[in-house]
Each structure stands twice: as structure tokens, then as C-alpha cells.
């Protein structure tokens, strides 16, 4: 009888921290497929080159790392940056509208 009671608590346990651990899971990336610059469509608009390093200076790795810039490329008036973390080598890249910039 209480081995039964004992395994149902342990199987809700496991149930719950399943919940909560896809939920966070969920919001990371909810949070991370809504950002600025996560595609071209949510491109981050820059008037100065220089912006788009102060951008990638404040950038954090989910895992807290910061990244540094692997490449860079272009297509039309989209920047594509190409980041790579120092702690865990996740990759990203970051898209930057850079029609407002004056050469």
C-alpha cells in the first residue's frame, strides 16, 4: 500500500518536472524566434555600420556566453552576421536592414 503511494507521488513528480522543463523550453524559444534581428523580416534597421557591432557586443548566448563574429555577408539590403558562442559554440546569426546607411 504505500509502496504504491510512495511510486504514484514519484510518478507525479517526474510528470511535473517534465511539465515544467518543456515549458521553459518553450518560452526560450518563443523568446528567442520572436527577436529582433532573428530573420529578415525582423531585421534591426542601422543608420552606421558601427551599430551593428555595438549590437553584437551586447548579444548573449542563452547558456550566458558571449559571442564572437565568425562572418559576415550581405544579400540585397540585408547584413547577415554570423556569431558563434565562447562557451558553448552555439551559432546565430543576426540580420541588419542597412538601407538607412550612408557611405
Do not use: N, P
Not at 45 to 57: M, P
Not at 62 to 76: H, I
Amino acid at each position: 500500500m504505500i509502496g504504491a503511494l510512495l511510486a504514484s507521488l514519484l510518478g507525479l513528480v517526474a510528470l511535473a518536472a517534465a511539465v515544467i522543463l518543456g515549458w521553459r523550453r518553450l518560452r526560450t524559444w518563443r523568446r528567442e524566434t520572436t527577436r529582433r534581428g532573428q530573420s529578415e523580416a525582423s531585421a534591426i534597421s542601422v543608420t552606421d555600420y558601427g551599430e551593428i557591432d555595438a549590437v553584437v557586443l551586447h548579444e548573449r548566448c542563452r547558456c550566458g556566453g558571449r559571442f564572437s563574429v565568425r562572418g559576415e555577408g550581405s544579400r540585397g539590403f540585408v547584413r547577415i552576421v554570423h556569431l558563434e558562442c565562447h562557451l558553448c559554440g552555439r551559432e546565430r546569426k543576426v540580420y541588419f536592414d542597412v538601407r538607412g546607411v550612408r557611405h
